[in-house]
Nanobody, 115 residues
Framework: QVQLVESGGGLVQAGGSLRLSCVASGTIFGNNIMGWYRQAPGKERELVATISVKGTIHYGDSVKGRFSISRDNLRNTVALQMNSLTPEDTAVYFC?????????WGQGTQVTVAS
């Protein structure tokens, strides 16, 4: 089992920045992928960004150039730096730990961007 605890969400004005963090604990296996997904009301959950243990990164199209993902393998943490936020970024952001065919999810943290 893997437990994920997110922090850093909140309310920000359009054009502002927020930083999300996620700490993983429990049975952590190597070769995992950690990342962030988000879900806005009435919409499906979508990819924000993922990063592998080796540092391979994927971004969702809507956040490229504005968001940056990083991780600390020793501390089992992943962070998401979000810049130039727009109201369309408003959603619940979920931390994800992926290993083989299994996904573990955090409880989610709300990000609200006011116009």
């Amino acid at each position: 089992q893997v437990q994920l605890v997110e922090s850093g969400g909140g309310l920000v004005q359009a054009g502002g920045s927020l930083r999300l963090s996620c700490v993983a604990s429990g049975t952590i296996f190597g070769n995992n992928i950690m990342g962030w997904y988000r879900q806005a009301p009435g919409k499906e959950r979508e990819l924000v960004a993922t990063i592998s243990v080796k540092g391979t990164i994927h971004y969702g199209d809507s956040v490229k150039g504005r968001f940056s993902i990083s991780r600390d393998n020793l501390r089992n943490t992943v962070a998401l730096q979000m810049n130039s936020l727009t109201p369309e970024d408003t959603a619940v952001y979920f931390c994800d730990y992926h290993w083989l065919t299994v996904d573990y999810w955090g409880q989610g943290t709300q990000v609200t961007v006011a116009s």
